[in-house]
């Protein structure tokens, strides 16, 4: 029986604390929050999009027509892109508003459409955005996170959106599935026999990269020793920077690094 009052950590949460401590710090300790990126905003809006069409075909056996995902597409795009601040980057802001919300939403259109196509016609969801907790006992927290869809013990999948096709690599070291595979193990009773990264790859033509990977119990235990790892880092204070070279420790996908003290920015003002 999970502890209602215990407190739960997310995959995400373990990602980004060993990404950057300091930016996890700032986020669940201090509370600071910053307006989501264009991507995240076409990230959500394709989840919500194909979530709806993946439900339609567990309740009723049918997808929405691709005219009705389209339109699905557009408005959720939209409601996110109302929701508050958007945080846009020094290209963007050049652009202009109107021109980025034009873009953000026709690329969710794109890709939603892509995904309701090619893919959602192959699939048998038994659950779509699954709720999982898994009891850590002996560990001061409990694991909470949600599975895209999972096609009972066949498969999960998580869908992602991507500006370039990802290696193979990045589905054999994710440890979101390893983490989903670990939740179906203790809540089904076995490993689906596939976990799958469904890719909505935004190149000039829009294509698919499904990627597929397996995991076995031996690989569980690698991610419950970094829950721990991390666990006796908040303990202790310890909250590691990203490196300075890292491609992502900068103004454009950090929405902290002006106001961080481990950062240069004087590299960022020149010319």
């Known amino acids: 029986m999970i502890d209602a009052t215990k407190p739960h950590i997310s995959i995400s949460q373990l990602n980004m604390y060993e990404f950057c401590g300091e930016q996890w710090r700032r986020r669940y300790i201090e509370k600071e929050k910053i307006p989501p990126g264009v991507a995240l905003i076409v990230g959500k809006a394709v989840d919500s999009t194909v979530n709806k069409n993946m439900n339609l075909k567990i309740d009723k056996g049918e997808l929405f027509s691709i005219d009705s995902i389209k339109d699905i597409a557009r408005d959720t ?5 109302n929701k508050g601040e958007i945080k ?3 290209e963007e ?3 202009g508003i109107k021109a980025v919300k034009g873009e953000v939403v026709d690329k969710t259109v794109r890709l939603a459409a892509l995904h309701a196509k090619t893919l959602a016609p192959k699939l048998n969801p038994t659950h779509v955005q699954r ?3 898994i009891e850590l006992p002996g560990y001061p927290v409990d694991l909470l996170g949600y599975i895209d869809i999972q096609e009972g013990l066949k498969s999960l999948r998580d869908t992602k959106t991507s500006s370039k096709s990802p290696g193979q690599s990045v589905a054999d070291t994710s440890d979101q599935l390893t983490v989903y595979a670990m939740a179906v193990k203790v809540i089904d009773g076995a ?3 596939k976990l799958t990264l469904d ?3 935004d190149n000039k033509t829009p294509k698919l ?3 597929e990977t397996t995991r076995t119990e031996e690989d569980f235990q690698p991610v419950l020793y970094r829950i721990e790892n991390m666990m006796e880092g908040i303990e202790k204070e310890v909250y590691i920077p990203c490196r300075q070279d890292h491609f992502l420790c900068c103004p454009k996908f950090c929405g902290f690094f002006n106001s961080c003290r481990f950062t240069r920015k004087n590299i960022y ?3």
């Open 88 to 90: 846009l980057d020094a």
């Open 131 to 133: 709720k999982i907790e």
């Open 269 to 271: 003002m020149k010319g």
């Open 93 to 95: 802001i050049k652009k």
């Open 191 to 193: 490993i689906p026999e």
């Open 199 to 201: 890719c909505l790859v």
């Open 209 to 211: 990269a499904v990627i």
């Open 77 to 81: 795009a939209n409601n996110e892109w």
